[in-house]
């Protein structure tokens, strides 16, 4: 009897590996990049960004906080890179106007991105960044400072946390660029 259950166990098993398992739901990816022509030109100083750092160890996966005490990590949305590779690629986008003006650059930016997170209940998305931007060459720190931005959305979606995702990031770049304007 043992022989018969053992050589069913191993039709089964070996049936289980033949036959394909069925597609699993596609994962889609957003970016927080900025609108087309939102390169700024002019008044600020010409800058280099620097690589980011992120608090959480959250990767590309989207978080979403449900309550006080509790997040979900969305399965079936994510980011298309992590988010400060996103956010170091909008500031570059958006400073880049300042790279036509040639020589060495008068600042460094880097950065620690200490909260990209959707909140569910308050249908905000709350985008939190410690700047140190450096003088160039010397590395002399010309300040610090922590910007937050909360953008309401309308939906609970993947799609409304990019955009306001983005646009919260976008208001941070036009802050650090009225430091950087003034610090010039």
């Known amino acids: 009897?043992?022989?018969?259950?053992f050589a069913l166990?191993?039709?089964?098993?070996a049936g289980c590996s033949i036959f394909p398992k069925p597609e699993g739901t596609a994962v889609n990816?957003?970016?927080?990049?900025?609108?087309?022509?939102?390169?700024?030109?002019?008044t600020a100083p010409k800058i280099m960004i620097l690589?980011?750092?992120?608090?959480?160890?959250?990767?590309?996966?989207?978080?979403f906080k449900v309550n006080e005490h509790q997040?979900?990590?969305?399965?079936?949305?994510?980011?298309?890179?992590?988010?400060?590779?996103?956010?170091r690629a909008l500031l570059s986008t958006y400073f880049s106007g300042n790279k036509e003006q040639g020589g060495q650059p008068e600042f460094t930016i880097e950065g620690d991105i200490l909260k990209?997170?959707?909140?569910?209940?308050?249908?905000?998305?709350?985008?939190?960044?410690?700047?140190?931007c450096r003088e160039y060459p010397s590395q002399r720190i010309a300040w610090r400072e922590v910007f937050t931005r909360n953008v309401k959305i309308e939906q609970e979606t993947a799609g409304a946390f990019a955009a306001a995702a983005s646009r919260g990031t976008v208001e941070i770049a036009e802050a650090i660029r009225g430091r950087l304007t003034a610090a010039k």
Not at 71 to 87: H, I, Q, S, T
């Open 116 to 132: 990209f997170c959707c909140d569910l209940p308050d249908k905000t998305v709350t985008v939190t960044i410690a700047v140190i």
């Open 71 to 87: 997040v979900k990590f969305d399965e079936f949305n994510r980011w298309a890179a992590p988010p400060d590779e996103m956010v």
């Open 1 to 5: 009897m043992s022989r018969f259950i």
């Open 29 to 42: 990816y957003f970016d927080i990049q900025p609108p087309p022509m939102i390169a700024q030109t002019g």
């Open 51 to 63: 690589p980011f750092q992120a608090e959480s160890t959250y990767g590309s996966r989207m978080v």
């Open 9 to 13: 166990l191993t039709v089964l098993l």
